[in-house]
């Protein structure tokens, strides 16, 4: 028994670290500013906007012409589409559209290549450089946003990313995660005066910055975490534009699901082991971002939190081990992630799509044990051909 009790104390340890962050973060949430309005600014700032592609053909032809659809002054903005092993047939047709077309070809694809690569076929030069995945859609204002925001020359700034789709459950909880991420690792942070945090896509950084910068980031897996880890580490400030809306498939069956976590959990796992010390010495030096980062690298995901908790606090109650602490740690992250919902996902979608929470979580939990060299290996989420959803245009 008194190793049982041991084991408990450091399980709950743990978890209880991690409920107290982001319960920090998610109260500071509520403090953020509204949306606010923009205005459209007579200076224009440049961008060109790199949408790096593997495969997924019929993706990028539509995603590519919903860009160039955005309402920005069109000698402002340039669209590069980074074509790694795209049909010849789809390069042709891109290259008929007002953007840039960059194939390339190699033996082990990663974003980082294709992105270094893009960068040296890029002669113009721009204010800007904006990164996007192969199914992100902007909203039309969304660059007219993006340069209110850059008003001030701001260096790194990143938009806020919404769900494309919702028509599965799984599309349902993955957007759902998405927001609370938001509302936690964005908002809540910049209202605490920390960066706020990455996303796969929408970041935008000045160009001169971004080109010296790129050269540095030579991830397989995990590109945005070395790039926001190096960042931070440099004392780059991210600042958060919550208005500026670029929407993003969402994963909408379980395969998908599971093949996505693995790349981001071996990410976490492999990023925490080589910037601890350095963020840990950071810190001493007053870079608390740095270290915060590197604390969100073991935190353990959202639904591995609350469904440990879960099944640990009935555990409790049975081998009478501390239940009601278990159970207000419980509570405490539960409600957490609650209010960083958007209202708009209370519904009777998010209750039916609660139901397959139990199998989103042991698909998880299976994948801890399958993360051995995955994050030296490119691990390709596949898209499909989606539209966004109408109902999802305001959900925060």
């Known amino acids: 028994m008194i190793i049982i009790k041991f084991i408990f104390a450091i399980v709950f340890a743990y978890l ?3 409920t107290v962050y982001i319960a920090v973060f998610a109260f500071a949430g509520l403090f953020a500013k509204k949306k606010s309005g923009f205005q459209v600014l007579e200076q224009k700032k440049s961008f ?4 790096p592609c593997y495969k997924g053909d019929e993706v990028i032809k ?6 160039l659809k955005v309402n920005y002054p069109k000698d402002k903005f340039r669209i590069v589409v980074i074509a790694d092993s795209l049909q010849p047939e789809t390069i042709a047709d891109l290259q008929t559209l007002d953007l840039q077309v960059v194939p390339v070809k190699f033996e082990n694809s990663t974003k980082a290549k294709s992105l270094k690569a893009a960068l040296k076929a890029v002669k113009e030069h721009y204010d800007y450089a904006m990164i996007l995945d192969i199914d992100n859609i902007m909203e039309p204002a969304f660059l007219e946003k993006m340069n209110y925001h850059l008003r001030n020359n701001t260096r790194v700034l990143q938009a806020h990313r919404v769900a ?4 599965t459950p799984f599309a349902l909880l993955d957007a759902i995660s998405e927001e609370i991420n938001n509302h936690i690792f964005r908002k809540g942070h910049r209202v605490l005066g920390l960066s706020a945090a990455f996303i796969g896509s929408g970041k935008a950084l000045e160009y001169n910055f971004y080109a010296a910068f790129i050269q540095e980031i030579d991830a397989i897996g995990g590109f945005d975490k070395e790039m926001e880890l190096k960042l931070l580490k440099q004392k780059e400030y991210i600042e958060y534009a919550d208005n500026a809306l670029v929407y993003d498939e969402k994963v909408q069956e379980a ?3 599971q093949n996505q976590r693995k790349r981001w959990l071996s990410a976490q796992f492999h990023y925490f082991s080589s910037h601890f010390f350095p963020a840990t010495l950071a810190l001493l030096k007053g870079n608390l971002d740095y270290f915060d980062k590197m604390i969100q690298m073991i935190l353990f995901p959202r639904l591995l939190l609350i469904g440990s908790l879960f099944l640990l ?3 409790s109650f049975l081998l009478q081990l501390y239940p009601f602490i278990w159970l207000g740690t419980f509570l405490l992250a539960l409600f957490s992630l609650l209010i960083s919902m958007p209202r708009a996902y209370y519904s ?3 209750l039916l799509a609660v139901l397959h929470i139990p199998k989103a979580f042991f698909l998880m939990f299976a994948t801890l044990f399958k993360l051995k060299g995955a994050n030296k290996k490119f691990i390709h989420t596949e898209h499909s051909h989606v539209q966004k959803n109408e109902t999802d245009e305001n959900r925060n």
């Open 16 to 18: 209880y670290f991690n």
């Open 48 to 51: 060109v906007i790199f949408m």
């Open 62 to 67: 539509h995603t590519a012409r919903e860009a």
């Open 164 to 167: 494309l789709n919702t028509d």
């Open 255 to 257: 395969g998908r699901f």
């Open 313 to 315: 606090t009935a555990l």
């Open 348 to 350: 009777k979608r998010t």
